[in-house]
């Protein structure tokens, strides 16, 4: 099998796909669902055409493979994932092992030229993994790709702050690891926790020493907070662990 064969059996796996979806009707389309799956999965076939591709250029181990059994797109990306990520796993910390990160990450569509790209919100790529709960791998990868972990968005949240606001504990328990900050001149994870009535992040930065009691510029605690909206369920937790009550009116 030569690079010739092998584009030309890429482009007849892309045309498969674009066969099914020429093949489906064309009311199913003002369907917010399916036309967004179509979307997403047209976005796939290219990254996953260039993973085969790479895969089969990269890895001589794999050629005989690729040629006998004609992987799928799917199958190869996946394969050379992992073959990126057990690259990864082998580089101690420095410049090489960002300059992998940041393979994977575009391989994986995380950002196309640098994991500090922001969107209409003013989002890090970290910041908008960290509200919408990605996966603590997604998170590590943008880490080792040097993402800033002090970024803020337009909110003046940064990557904690927002998976506390939206009730994300391991992402949470995660960026702490890396040593996001919890709290900020302007706020902190405990108030937008508490404002959200998230309990189990509550937990958790309790159980990171994080203080409870602190108030907002406004003079507001979590607990008033919590107790201003109505989040019974933290009131109870924030009292079980230990804040005082008496402490809690407004400065």
Known sequence: LDVQDLIQAIVGDVKTILDAHESIEAESYNRDEVFR??????????????????????DN??????????LKLRVAHRQYLQKLRSQLQSLPAGIKRREKAVDICKVMGLFKVDP?????????????A????????????????????????ERKWN??????SYGHVEAVRALLNMGVKHTLEGGSAALLAAENGQVEVLKELARFG????????????????????GHVAAV????????????????
């Open 61 to 70: 181990t794999v050629s005989l493979v690729i040629a006998v059994e004609k």
């Open 236 to 251: 109870s937790t924030l009292l079980d662990l230990g804040v005082d009550r008496e402490k809690q009116s407004k400065a």
């Open 159 to 164: 990557a904690v702050m927002a998976a506390a």
């Open 37 to 58: 799956g179509l979307v997403t999965e047209l976005l796939e076939c290219k990254s996953m055409a260039v993973s085969r591709l790479l895969l089969w250029l990269k």
């Open 116 to 128: 500090d790209e922001k969107n209409e919100l003013n989002e890090t790529r970290l910041i908008v």
């Open 210 to 229: 994080v203080d409870l009691e602190a108030p907002s510029p406004k003079g507001f605690t979590p607990l008033l907070i919590a107790a201003f909206k």
């Open 130 to 153: 960290s509200a919408e709960g990605e996966s603590c791998d997604r998170l590590a990868l943008l880490h080792d790709a040097g993402a800033d972990l002090q970024a803020l968005n």
